[in-house]
């Protein structure tokens, strides 16, 4: 009697072999899910040092590093630095910072502080750039040069300040101060305390028409001089202070 061969399932077995992959990969996943939230947790841990460096005069790193320590209430994950660097901008001292997180979980901050070059105004400071910043005042700042005008025009002022500053320096005087009004016209300031109404039109021929005449016919009474107006085709216009009278020169 002949035996049957026996036939295999291979339909069966390739089923069972599926199931088998499918249940390691879960369970491999399981376990991936299981370490990575391990990790996870690992990462995510209270902040333990905040550090602000740069160089500052008016900044106090330490109080900031301390306030910035109050504001960490979530672990390192979770911390928002595009929120903490937006609240360290807001001091207007800070002329930029950058903030990052480093391991062991830490905070660090790297600041610029502003440099201010004049005076805006009664209340504002200029820094480099012309841009505006609104500190409260310290009364060293008193000796910076007093600029005033559209906001818009603060490089425009701060470069015809030194641009006339220089030529005023080469005839012994310094320019203090310098307006320029909306509509275009200048008013200066100098160390003596004189203020000259310049104008808009002609500037540099005006400036140079009031140094002659000052050097030959008002220097030694600079004292008693108020104000020089120099708006005119030939000579100038003097106010003298209360005490001294008004006359006119040139």
Known sequence: MTETPSVTDNGFDRHWRALVILTLLVVFVGIGSSLLREFWHWLDRPVGEVRVAGATRHLDKQALAQALANRLEQPMLQIDLQQLHQQLVEDPWVYSARVRLQWPPALEVQLEEEVPVARWGDKGLLNHQGDIFWPELKPEYAALPKLTGPAHETVKIMQQYHDLNRMFSASGLRLTGLMLESRGAWTLELDNGIRVVAGREQLLPRLKRFIRIYQARLA???AQIE???IRYTNGVAV????????????
């Open 220 to 222: 030694e009474r600079a």
């Open 227 to 229: 104000q020089v107006d």
């Open 239 to 250: 106010s003298w202070r209360a005490e001294s009278g008004n006359k006119n020169a040139g």
